[in-house]
């Protein structure tokens, strides 16, 4: 499993408001039949992160349980909204 990289990419997006901000934009504009961790996997990866979604999805439960925050398959497969404060953004980079 590719946590390293994932854990690069969320000190990446905390670092670089730049970054986030078009991580942001790109969640906002892209196909929104995808999940919003599905697109935050694809712009990472335009960006040049190499990890699954089945990796973020596992990186996404365990920052989560880290924040106190029970997350789910469910949770993770919504296409309309991420239920908790801050989004799967914040949950993968954990600044909530």
Same mark, same amino acid.
């Given at each position: 499993m590719s946590m390293s990289e994932l854990? !690069?990419? @969320?000190?990446d997006l905390n670092?670089?408001?730049? &970054? !986030? @901000?078009d991580a942001e934009k790109y969640? @906002?504009?892209?196909?929104?039949?995808k999940t919003p961790l599905a !697109? @935050?996997?694809a712009f990472a990866s335009t960006k040049g992160y190499d990890f $699954? *979604?089945?990796e973020a999805k596992a990186f996404a439960k365990a920052k989560g $349980?880290? *924040?106190? &925050?029970?997350?789910t398959d469910e949770d993770l497969e919504r296409v309309? !909204?991420?239920?908790h404060a801050g989004g799967v953004l914040g949950?993968? $980079?954990g600044d909530f």
């Open positions: 854990e !690069r990419y @969320a000190a670092a670089d408001w730049s &970054l !986030r @901000a969640e @906002a504009s892209a196909n929104q039949a !697109r @935050a996997v $699954t *979604l089945d $349980t880290e *924040l106190g &925050l029970s997350v309309d !909204r991420f239920p949950i993968l $980079t």
